[in-house]
């Protein structure tokens, strides 16, 4: 990933990846029993339903749940590594909150957008924005996401990745941040 600064991976990240890799592998038989053709998907997706329960993928379109997935399925099984959700889809209402609550925090609606667009700007509102963790996994998705359309968008959101599947493999410019592009009320391209 290109920041200035790389986040080291933290030992228990390590600990809690064999975890649910092990977890996994004890999951297959039912897994298999249940989806013969997509065991390991199924496998995967219960042990990491287990390291991560609060995650919620409704609202993801298809294609982005289905990209998720995948990605995550070859991940855990081929590098043993765990991708998470933190957030995927948000309810337009949820988002113009956050983003008048960043208003409010940083003084100005333009520096708001540095890190939350309004609702009609929000691809986490259209259903096709992951954000996730660790930083171990996002490094994966970054290196590997195009394969499935999943690409990081922002220098300074390392864990945000959007569903492009018109990028053909191609990931789009990366932008400093969500608000490159605006064009402020007095003017100001930012």
Same mark, same amino acid.
């Given at each position: 990933m290109d920041e200035p600064r790389t986040i080291p991976p933290r030992p228990?990240?390590?600990l809690y990846a064999v975890v649910t890799l092990v977890i996994a592998v004890l999951l297959l038989p039912a897994a298999f029993v249940r989806r013969p053709g997509r065991a390991r998907e199924l496998a995967?997706?219960? $042990?990491? +339903?287990?390291r991560f329960p609060a995650e919620d993928l409704t609202g993801l379109s298809d294609g982005a749940r289905a990209a998720f997935t995948a990605a995550r399925t070859e991940a855990l099984w081929r590098h043993g590594?765990?991708?998470?959700l933190t957030s995927g889809y948000r309810d337009?209402?949820?988002q113009q909150r956050m983003f008048e609550e960043e208003v409010r925090r940083s003084g100005s609606p333009a520096l708001a957008r540095m890190l939350v667009l309004p609702p009609?700007?929000?691809?986490?509102?259209?259903?096709i924005a992951l954000d996730v963790r660790p930083h171990e996994g $996002?490094? +994966?998705?970054e290196e590997h996401g195009?394969?499935?359309?999943?690409?990081?968008?922002?220098d300074n959101e390392w864990w945000h990745f959007e569903y492009r599947p018109d990028c053909g493999g191609t990931p789009p410019r990366r932008r400093p941040h969500p608000g490159v592009g605006y064009v402020s009320e007095n003017g100001d391209q930012l």
């Open positions: 228990r990240d390590r995967c997706c219960w $042990a990491l +339903w287990m590594q765990l991708i998470g337009p209402l949820v009609a700007e929000s691809s986490h509102v259209k259903g $996002a490094r +994966w998705l195009a394969r499935y359309d999943l690409y990081r968008l922002y």
